[in-house]
């Protein structure tokens, strides 16, 4: 059975889901479709582009078909690729939100450019194109009826948009990591692993200060009392931040993108 995964940031209050879920059954009624989620804040290509990437490593492959599009109807492709692993296929915006998981998956080896494809539904909003570009071009391809290169222009993968992240660096005061990233709970998700602290000689540091604020890196939220800070290795195996029973984000003033230092207790 084929499998179409679908992430994206329309929500469940309307009706965009369902309507890509019925494109996609139409064209391909046995393929099964996985949502990832439909939760990414408007607009938020970055944290689009983190959690495909993450997610993709538990899922079957397939198609993979994500939708953040702020420049819908804009100057912005329209892209489905291959990757070199796996033999995944995803079909998005070409805005960088595909980039980290191609990436993840030996990077692309075939593209096309799809926002005039034949496999479209016409006539094509300027606005939906989840519906009548992604989600068409995303099911035939599940439903094995026609090859990538039939599926569109071809593209030069050296041309795709690519996501540019911070990057955690080891300094005399620290680990100097960045916000890439929060979920629901206000947990914080950082740029940074186990090497890099311990390239800034944190590797046994069990008490901590984050921004001043003691810490503990420690395995899970309840190793501290509630309200307490904590640095711990999330699912993905990245640095994060959380508050138990609370949100470190709100705690510590925090945003995406802001530098915090990571450094021993004295």
Known sequence: MAVVTFLSDYGLDDDFVGVCHGVIARIAPQARVIDVTHGIARHDVRAGALVLERALGYMPAGVHLAVVDPEVGGARRAVALRCAQEERLLVGPDNGLLSLAAKRFGG?????EIGRSPLRLEPVSASFHGRDVFA??????????????AGGARLDPG????????????TDAGLVAHVLHADRYGNVVLDAG???LAAAGLRFARALTVNGRRALF???????????????EDGYR????????????????????????????S
């Open 136 to 149: 068409p071009v995303a099911a035939h391809l599940a439903a094995g009826t026609i090859a990538l290169a």
């Open 159 to 170: 041309e795709l948009v690519q996501l540019v992240l911070p990057r955690a660096r080891a």
């Open 194 to 196: 186990r090497a890099d």
């Open 218 to 232: 420690a395995t899970t939220f309840a190793d501290v009392a509630a309200g307490e800070l904590v640095l711990y």
């Open 238 to 265: 990245v640095l994060s931040l959380a508050v138990n029973r609370g949100s470190a984000l709100d705690a510590l003033g925090l945003e995406v993108d802001d530098e915090i230092v990571i450094a021993t207790a």
């Open 108 to 112: 692309v080896v075939e593209a096309v």
